[in-house]
Structures are given as structure tokens and as C-alpha cells.
């Protein structure tokens, strides 16, 4: 008897045991810490990220950056893109056990159309004027205006689907984003703010045999060293992102590998066009010429990334290469365009920046090209709360202090209407969006707005090869180029890496 006992719990024990060491964790340090678990109401890439284990789109991106459809499985659309009639995928439910419909997509849409909320994103569905319940599994979508980049738009990390019955519990926004529930193969366990968020395998998830691992645990480290010493002293499964110019200290550990993926975000100098040199098309070509973007590459980001051929990066739906001008380094062609300009003894400009150490160090490196061909540059390094009052603050255009900004854009709908509408259209001038270079031309505009008059592919793509040949010649900014994106892992590990657009992917990791 007391033999009998002793095997059962031996056995009992190594059962125990095995248990455990099947149960997988993945634990990733990042950058900062998020600001809620309201995708609706975020606009910062670490919280979608995380909110992204939680919450599913209608359409999602692959890790090509190509739309793919995801609780939504098709859709029509009338020529002129002002009707879109959306399918949905059955036997879909949400974490508390709402089931995911058509009337779940209306409430759902209603919330980000509806320009009273007050949600960060509200501006991204303006153009959505009524949602209708078709059937429990279609609903058809009216737009208050042609908008060919809808379905791309649906595709954004805020376009979530939220369990209605959540929505109607916590009508506040301070108590909602604490409490979030979606359709995700994770739920929400806990956020200590500033130490971890907590994520555990939702068991009921629609997509059979995911997720791989039972907890996911992100914690914020803004420190670039503290989160490699974290992955190479094995704290941490992997990091995001990892800095390109410590990414050669993982390259000996044979624990350790270096996810290496294209990225969408383009990086620029905007150009005050209402700075009356700057508004003069030959001084910007100047600038554009004035640039080795390779060594810019090299400087900012170790060299890992592709120089710019257009006013938008390879991975945007539409991109078209642009080769003329052919803005080579050529700093004699900037002298005799900044003198054929009027300016024969070159410019005084000056150049803003975060303080952030890769973006004053490539500062600094475009402050010593740019004065071999005449600009010289006086650098403000500013953090970002300032830098958000100073630069999107400007309510009046004339009072933009700067002559040149140092920053970068993400296309996140992954389509052409995204990477050029926000940064060149004459209604997106700062306050209202993001055309901080307060850049104006009628043919742009033009081009822009054809471009969302139609869901024809064809035509679409025919808008925007025009609007990026007038843009490239024109050259509102100073265009620099698209650093790759970089994730630093253990070698066993598989399925954590980011999207073109910034975003991490992690809801198919496994270890091997």
C-alpha cells in the first residue's frame, strides 16, 4: 500500500512537471509603456501593439503589408466608393461571450464615425455616414463621400471590433480602456503602469490551434542598452524594437537572432514652404541634392534600411519608383541651384528635432553635409512634449518658427491615400493633420482626390503615380529614405516580429 501511494505520487509529481514545462511564456521588454487598452482612443505603436493580442480588425495586414481579410471574409463596393457591403466571419465570439455580428460591427463603427466622442481616431472614420444591418452576417456601410482607401482604412490598428455589451457596461472612457474585450486570441489579465501588462491565452478563440503560448508579458524599458542586457542575460524573450546601432552585440550569442524586416516608415526633413526662400522650388531640390542618404543610413541606423525613390516607401499599396530628378549626392548641383535661386552665399536655416540620441546624432550628420553645399544649420533639439506644442501646436502658419523638421511618418493603413494625403493635401495643413511643410498644389490636391474618388484599382494607382511624379519634382520636404525594422529574439523562438508599419506581431509566436 504505502508502495502503491509512493508511485502515485511520483507519477502525480512528473505529471505536475511536464505540465509545466509545456505551459509557455513569452516575455518582451519595449521601449515605453502603453497609454490605455482603447485602440479607438490610441495613437502611439506600443499600445497598439499590445492591444493587438486583445482586439481584431475586419481586415488585417500579413507581414507584407498586404490587406487581407480577417473577421470580415469579403466585400462589394459601387463604382464611385460610397457604398461598401462587408461579409463577416461566423462562429466568431467575443472574449465574454457576445457573439461577433453585424450588429457588433454597427455599434462598433457607429463609435469611431461618431465626431462628438472625442476619441484620438474619431478623424480617421469621418468619412462614414451610416452603418445597416443587412443580415446577421452582412452589413452595408455608407459614406458621406467617395473614399477608394476605405477598405485599407478598416485595416487601421484602431478599427477594432470591442464586445458591444463592454461598450454599453463601461460608458466611460477612464474605465473602458482598463477593461477591454474583443475577439483576440488573448485576454486581458492586468496593467501595472510602468511595470507590465499581463495577457493570457483565450481559450475559446476562433482560429483553432492558437495561440501557442498560455501568457504573454510586456514590460516597458526605455533604456536601448537595458533592453539588450535584458535579452542577452535571458530575462526577456525578445525586444522591441532593437536599436540598429546595437544590433551587432547580438550577432556572436548563438542563443540569440535579429528578426530583419522592411519597414513603411519614412523618414524626412519638412521644409517651411511659407519661408520665402524655402517656397522656392529650386532652393528644396537643393536641399534634396545636398544628401548622401546612404551615409544618412549608415549614421541613423547602421545602415539597415533602403534611401528614398518617392514620396512614399516601397511596402505602400501604389508606390512608384521616381527617377527624375535623380536626386544623387551632388553638392555642386546644390550650390548652382541655391545660387540660380538668388542665394549665391548659401542659407542660414534652422533645423528641429526631438532630443532623442538617433535623431540629434542624425541631425548633427545632415547639419555637416548640408553646409558643404551653403546651408548652414542651427540645431534645436526639443523633447517631445515640446516639440508636439511648438511644431502641431501652430494654429496660424505664419508663426512656425522652424525652417526644417527632422521626423519620420507611418503609412498605417498601409495605402497611398495615407502616406500622401496627411503630409501634402493643402487641407491638411497643421493644426488639421500633419502637413507640417505647409505645402500647397492644386495638381497634388487633384491627383489626392482622385484617387479616393474610386474603389478601381486601376484608377487609383494611376491618381497616385501622378501625385508622386508632381511631388517628387517639387519636393516639399527633403526626402531621406526607410530604415528596416529590427526585433532581437532568442534563436527558438518564432512569430515576434513587426509589421512594416511599426506594429509588433506576436499573436503567432512559439518556441521550438
Not at 472612457?173 to 510602468?194: A, I, S
Request: charged letters at 20%; a neutral charge; proline letters at 6%.
Amino acid at each position: 500500500m504505502t508502495l502503491f501511494r509512493r508511485s502515485s505520487l511520483a507519477l502525480g509529481l512528473s505529471l505536475f512537471m511536464a505540465g509545466a514545462a509545456y505551459a509557455q511564456d513569452l516575455h518582451i521588454s519595449m521601449y515605453a509603456d502603453i497609454t490605455g487598452m482603447d485602440p479607438q482612443d490610441t495613437s502611439d505603436n506600443i499600445s497598439y501593439s499590445v492591444q493587438s493580442g486583445v482586439f481584431e480588425r475586419l481586415f488585417q495586414f500579413d507581414p507584407a503589408m498586404k490587406l487581407i481579410p480577417w473577421l470580415a471574409t469579403g466585400y462589394t463596393s459601387n463604382a464611385d466608393a460610397t457604398e461598401f457591403v462587408l461579409t463577416l466571419r461566423k462562429g466568431v465570439t467575443f472574449q465574454d461571450g457576445t457573439p461577433f455580428d453585424a450588429q457588433a460591427v454597427k455599434v462598433n463603427l457607429d463609435r469611431l464615425a461618431d465626431q462628438k466622442k472625442g476619441l484620438k481616431r474619431n478623424s480617421l472614420y469621418n468619412m462614414i455616414s451610416s452603418v445597416t444591418v443587412i443580415t446577421p452576417n452582412q452589413v452595408r456601410i455608407d459614406l458621406n463621400r467617395p473614399f477608394g482607401a476605405f477598405i485599407n482604412t478598416l485595416a487601421h490598428p484602431s478599427a477594432v471590433m470591442w464586445s458591444p455589451a463592454v461598450l454599453n457596461k463601461y460608458p466611460s472612457e477612464t474605465e473602458l480602456r482598463l477593461h477591454p474585450v474583443g475577439t483576440g486570441p488573448f485576454t486581458f489579465v492586468d496593467w501595472q503602469p510602468g511595470k507590465e501588462v499581463h495577457l493570457e491565452k483565450y481559450a475559446g478563440y476562433w482560429d483553432k490551434g492558437w495561440p501557442k503560448v498560455d501568457n504573454v508579458y510586456f514590460s516597458p524599458s526605455p533604456e536601448d542598452a537595458t533592453r539588450v542586457a535584458e535579452l542577452k542575460s535571458g530575462q526577456v524573450d525578445a525586444i522591441y524594437p532593437l536599436p540598429s546601432d546595437l544590433a551587432v552585440s547580438l550577432k556572436d550569442d548563438s542563443k540569440l537572432d535579429i528578426q530583419r524586416d522592411p519597414s513603411i516608415y519614412m523618414y524626412y526633413m519638412a521644409v517651411n514652404n511659407q519661408h520665402k526662400p524655402l517656397g522656392d522650388v529650386r532652393v528644396r531640390q537643393a536641399l534634396n541634392y545636398a544628401i548622401d542618404r546612404e551615409i544618412w543610413l549608415k549614421v541613423a541606423f547602421a545602415g539597415m534600411g533602403t534611401p528614398a525613390t518617392s514620396a512614399m516607401p516601397v511596402g505602400v499599396q501604389f508606390y512608384q519608383k521616381q527617377t527624375d530628378p535623380k536626386y544623387s549626392y551632388d553638392p555642386a548641383k546644390a550650390k548652382a541651384l541655391l545660387a540660380a535661386a538668388g542665394y549665391p552665399r548659401g542659407l542660414d536655416l534652422k533645423l528641429w528635432c526631438t532630443n532623442t540620441t538617433s535623431a540629434v546624432r542624425a541631425a548633427q550628420f545632415l547639419k555637416a553635409q548640408l553646409a558643404a553645399s551653403g546651408f548652414r544649420l542651427t540645431i534645436t533639439p526639443m523633447d517631445s512634449g515640446m516639440r508636439d506644442a511648438k511644431l502641431w501646436g501652430v494654429t496660424q502658419p505664419a508663426k512656425a518658427g522652424f525652417d526644417l523638421y527632422y521626423g519620420g511618418w507611418s503609412t498605417s493603413t498601409g495605402d497611398a491615400d495615407w502616406a500622401l494625403r496627411p503630409l501634402y493635401a493643402t487641407q491638411s495643413w497643421v493644426p488639421v493633420s500633419y502637413n507640417v511643410s505647409y505645402y500647397s498644389n492644386p495638381a497634388v490636391d487633384k491627383a489626392i482626390n482622385e484617387g479616393l474618388a474610386t474603389a478601381d484599382p486601376a484608377k487609383r494607382a494611376a491618381a497616385y503615380a501622378d501625385a508622386q511624379k508632381i511631388l517628387w519634382k517639387d519636393a516639399p520636404v527633403t526626402f531621406l529614405g526607410t530604415p528596416d525594422n529590427l526585433v532581437g529574439k532568442r534563436k527558438d523562438l518564432s512569430g515576434v516580429s513587426m509589421l512594416p508599419d511599426g506594429n509588433l506581431l506576436f499573436t503567432h509566436a512559439q518556441f521550438h
